[in-house]
């Protein structure tokens, strides 16, 4: 989290060769933080950063719901993208959380709802897709079976969000391109429940990988029929 602010200040100003220094360094400290981590995380980082760098083409350059300062998608992107799945998997897990659960997960709840209502009533840019994502959140929050991490995930995604959009190394637009009902936020309230999908979706395909590799390792007679 001490990188994410380094890198998005570094980037003010910088051009597209300063932008990939800084995307070097951003894959070597996800590189050395995951050398020590167990071969499912490493898994689930890896599909999480996929998965997100897709994304970020359809959201960005297809979509046009967000703006990077140079119209790209910078370097240091997909491998800060591991990094925020990786702190909010290392904070959901850790017992500093597991002690304050039950008020952590309210307190996230209440922080949330609260933005989104703010964004669909006096704020002076409306935010309907942040109230949308807020629900979603909420669904996490409220079922999901990694909960501490979800609401690990709010904390880390709204702090990058908020530094990111201050900084102007990225910005939303103020209504989806194909629909000018579909307002946004900059950034929207609840975007730390895309970033749930994207959590849920690493930890599904990390196993699913997992499992997969497991059984290309076991000799034909010992394998086990799909």
Known sequence: MTWIAAGLALDVGAGPGR?????VATWLLLLLALSR???PVQLQVGVAVLVATATEVVASLVLGLYEYRLGNVPAFVPPGHGLVYLSALALGRSQLLA???RPLLLACL???????LWGVTVSPRPD???ALLALVLAAFLLRGRAPLVYAAAFVVTSYLELLGTTLGTWAWVPHAPFSSAL??????????G???VLDATALAGGALIGARLARTRLSPAEAVPS
């Open 128 to 130: 309907l897709l942040g």
């Open 194 to 196: 895309a970033y749930c």
């Open 183 to 192: 307002t946004m936020g900059n950034p929207p309230s609840g975007i730390a």
């Open 19 to 23: 932008q990939v220094l800084i995307g």
């Open 110 to 116: 209440a922080a949330v709802g609260a933005w989104a």
């Open 37 to 39: 981590e167990s071969r």
């Open 99 to 101: 002690a304050v659960r």
